[in-house]
T-cell receptor, first 115, second 112 residues
Framework: KAGVTQTPRYLIKTRGQQVTLSCSPISGHRSVSWYQQTPGQGLQFLFEYFSETQRNKGNFPGRFSGRQFSNSRSEMNVSTLELGDSALYLC??????????????FGEGSRLTVL | GDSVTQMEGPVTLSEEAFLTINCTYTATGYPSLFWYVQYPGEGLQLLLKATKADDKGSNKGFEATYRKETTSFHLEKGSVQVSDSAVYFCALSSYNNNDMRFGAGTRLTVKP
């Protein structure tokens, strides 16, 4: 069974640009959630999509957005990049929505560097 | 709001030593508690979980017991191996929040 796939794995952008990250969940999983991991702030919840609907959003500015397609694949977008957006962005999928008791399955992450 | 506090480390142990990583939580409802592990260059993977008070999660020699009276979910292993070197995250999820909240992570290094 294929795991969670995130693309691209590494990318470098400059301030002011935008970036789109992609996440393909495990087959059959309808929930996709996104997290930002930085040395200073640790792991922070960005948002979750379940059956193409955003269920919840963390405390991030509107520059961070996402969507989920009918095949459960998800994308997140960050516009007008800032230096502080440099981070590892992790995607996780699960059968049931986050907040239930089920396990999250994480991808290896997309490492974004903003110069 | 709900939150998780864990011992930050780093923690360095010799092989076969006993491991404890402390985790305490604050929650208004009845959260589920998790330990996730992140090996170098990889995403997180579930190590163990407990969904109600007094439940004990266990996996690969690691154990943690959901203690409601002390709001704790400490991770223990009787004899660590070099291959256990990783970052360990305590986490909480609940129906109230519809999200997963992580502790700061504890980096464990096990030396031969």
């Amino acid at each position: 069974k294929a795991g969670v796939t995130q693309t691209p794995r590494y990318l470098i952008k400059t301030r002011g640009q935008q970036v789109t990250l992609s996440c393909s969940p495990i087959s059959g999983h309808r929930s996709v959630s996104w997290y930002q991991q930085t040395p200073g702030q640790g792991l922070q919840f960005l948002f979750e999509y379940f059956s193409e609907t955003q269920r919840n959003k963390g405390n991030f500015p509107g520059r961070f957005s996402g969507r989920q397609f009918s095949n459960s694949r998800s994308e997140m977008n960050v516009s007008t990049l800032e230096l502080g957006d440099s981070a590892l962005y992790l995607c996780a999928s699960s059968l049931s929505p986050v907040g239930n008791t089920g396990e999250l399955f994480f991808g290896e992450g997309s490492r974004l560097t903003v110069l | 709001g709900d939150s998780v506090t864990q011992m930050e480390g780093p923690v360095t142990l010799s092989e076969e030593a006993f491991l404890t990583i402390n985790c305490t939580y604050t929650a208004t409802g009845y959260p589920s508690l998790f330990w996730y592990v992140q090996y170098p260059g990889e995403g997180l993977q579930l190590l163990l979980k407990a969904t109600k008070a007094d439940d004990k999660g266990s996996n690969k020699g690691f154990e943690a017991t959901y203690r409601k009276e002390t709001t704790s979910f400490h991770l223990e292993k009787g004899s660590v191996q070099v291959s256990d070197s990783a970052v360990y995250f305590c986490a909480l999820s609940s129906y109230n929040n519809n999200d997963m909240r992580f502790g700061a992570g504890t980096r464990l290094t096990v030396k031969p």
